[in-house]
């Protein structure tokens, strides 16, 4: 039972323009979300995130925005830019409750220029 | 402030052997987790710890273990290694749950 899902396997975007990835969860007792990035043979890198009592939360060119009653969540970047090219992560976790962060399978993103 | 570091890098091992992996977490941070990502998967879950106790725990056979010492450092053990254990493991480690994870550069564990 996947409880973050990632349905878009790919994405490809134009340089300059937006990229928007999106997530989608199950369990609603999660009220904490984070997006990464993962290059090859590297381990994944920490992006942003926001918590259950946000609908929105921005850093620099990456904005994430958080609907619970439809339990999905998506990541924006503008302008795109071909160093953006990675795989995306989503992940959840329950913050009261202290438990694990729970992955989505990721989504590889390719800004061409 | 010196990263998560994992060891070894790479590791080659032989069906039905045992395997263990090593994690140092960022200096302050007493949670480590372990995830497993093969192709197609995602990053599983295995198990945390904080505090030198398992706290959570992800859906893998028994085979696969773990322990954390009072310096939080994590090691991570598989037991009579299946051809479908090679993956790349992951170690990340938080100061604590509502924080970020911060991940090492991962161990490639191939098992032929």
Redesign the interface.
């Known amino acids: 039972d996947q409880q973050v899902k990632?349905n878009s396997p790919s994405l490809s975007v134009q340089e300059g323009r937006i990229s928007i990835l999106n997530c989608d969860y199950t369990n609603s007792m999660f009220d904490?979300f984070?997006w990464?990035k993962k290059y090859p043979?590297?381990?994944?890198?920490?992006l942003i995130?926001i918590?259950s009592i946000k609908d929105k939360n921005e850093d620099g060119r990456f904005t994430v925005f958080l609907n619970k009653s439809a339990k999905h969540l998506s990541l924006h970047i503008v302008p795109s830019q071909p160093g953006d090219s990675a795989v995306y992560?989503c992940?959840a976790?329950e913050?009261?409750?202290?438990?694990?962060?729970?992955?989505?399978?990721?989504t590889t993103l390719s800004v061409s220029s | 402030k010196a990263g998560v570091t994992q060891t070894p890098r790479y590791l080659i091992k032989t069906r039905g052997q045992q395997v263990t992996l090593s994690c140092s977490p960022i200096s302050g941070h007493r949670s480590v987790s372990w995830y497993q990502q093969t192709p197609g998967q995602g990053l599983q879950f295995l198990f945390e710890y904080f505090s030198e106790t398992q706290r959570n725990k992800g859906n893998f056979p028994g085979r696969f273990s773990g322990r954390q010492f009072s310096n939080s450092r994590s090691e991570m053990n598989v037991s009579t290694l299946e051809l479908g254990d090679s993956a790349l493991y992951l170690c990340a480690s938080r100061r604590g749950a509502g924080t970020e994870a911060f991940f090492g550069q991962g161990t490639r564990l191939t098992v032929v």
């Open positions: 990632q904490y984070l990464y043979a590297e381990g994944p890198t920490f995130s918590s992560f992940a976790s913050w009261q409750a202290g438990t694990a962060l729970i992955f989505g399978k990721g």
